[in-house]
């Protein structure tokens, strides 16, 4: 099941539940400053990230800028500890799966969140949508040149 971590007044956490929602996925919604996110859940993101703890820190935060901390050298005991104490440190929306993390809203990477069968369906429409456009200006051009 999609989860996704969400701040009630970020905009792109609002995108990203209308998107799940336009799309049909079902998805669970942990607020962030409402509801405890769990070490297993803590580290499920962590393990999903490419660049560790720099790809899900809001580095804008008050937070962020209060603690003046080098996340890259804590332990993981004192990050779930520092996350949960400082929920504003987390980017948002952090949109995960059992094998993919999203963190923010991006209209073509959320795609990913579709099912296989669902993306190919889209991939195959939009190509003969291209094609059809690359005959119509093929069309027009011979149109002008005669």
């Known amino acids: 099941m999609i989860k996704i971590y969400t701040v009630i007044s970020c905009s792109s956490c609002k995108k990203a ?5 336009n799309h049909q996925l ?3 919604e942990v607020n ?3 509801d405890h996110m769990t070490r297993e859940d803590f580290l499920k993101i962590l393990s999903l990230t490419d660049d560790g703890t720099e ?3 809001s ?4 937070a962020y800028q209060r603690l003046n901390l080098d996340f890259e050298s804590l332990s993981i005991n004192e990050l779930v500890r520092i996350f949960d104490e ?3 440190l987390l980017r948002r929306p952090l949109i995960l799966d059992d094998c993919r993390l999203q963190v923010g809203y991006n209209e073509d990477d959320i795609r990913k969140f579709l099912p296989r069968d669902i993306r190919q369906v889209e991939m195959k429409a939009a190509t003969e949508n291209i094609k059809t456009f ?4 093929e069309n027009n051009e011979q149109e ?3």
Do not use: F
Request: without cysteine; glycine residues 0%.
């Open 134 to 137: 690359s005959q119509s200006i």
């Open 55 to 57: 790809e899900v820190i």
């Open 144 to 146: 002008a040149v005669v």
């Open 26 to 28: 079902e998805y669970e």
């Open 17 to 21: 539940k209308e998107w799940m929602e």
């Open 59 to 62: 580095k804008r935060s008050r």
């Open 86 to 88: 400082n929920r504003t």
């Open 32 to 34: 962030l400053l409402n």
